[in-house]
């Protein structure tokens, strides 16, 4: 699944937010779960950080990749998560608005 979502920020301040908030990003995940929920986090080079969350069993990979006037945000759902793939996109969508924002 890919979500675009656009922005007027330009690469080094979406970079810059991101990496602020990386840190707490395994609490945030859990409290948006509501469990125990890990994220690793690693960035490949200046623009494209790649993510694993797992959680309840399930694995979900994902990228995200700056763009001057974009950030794409590539998530890989399992099989047994289809269920799932709206709120996920929601989430990804109203998370990567705030950091937007």
């Known amino acids: 699944m890919r979500v675009t979502l656009?922005?007027?920020l330009g690469k080094d301040e979406v970079r810059r937010r991101m990496e602020s908030r990386l840190g707490r990003a395994s609490e945030k995940a859990s409290n948006l779960i509501g469990g125990m929920a890990q994220v690793e986090a690693a960035w490949s080079d200046a623009d494209h950080l790649t993510?694993?969350?797992s959680s309840m069993g399930f694995t979900?990979?994902?990228?995200?990749t700056i763009e001057e006037t974009q950030l794409l945000?590539?998530?890989?759902i399992p099989a047994g998560m289809g269920f799932a793939r709206g709120m996920i996109e929601t989430m990804v969508r109203e998370k990567g608005q705030k950091l937007l924002g």
């Open 73 to 76: 945000f590539d998530v890989e």
């Open 6 to 8: 656009p922005h007027t």
């Open 51 to 53: 993510m694993t969350v």
């Open 60 to 64: 979900v990979p994902s990228a995200v």
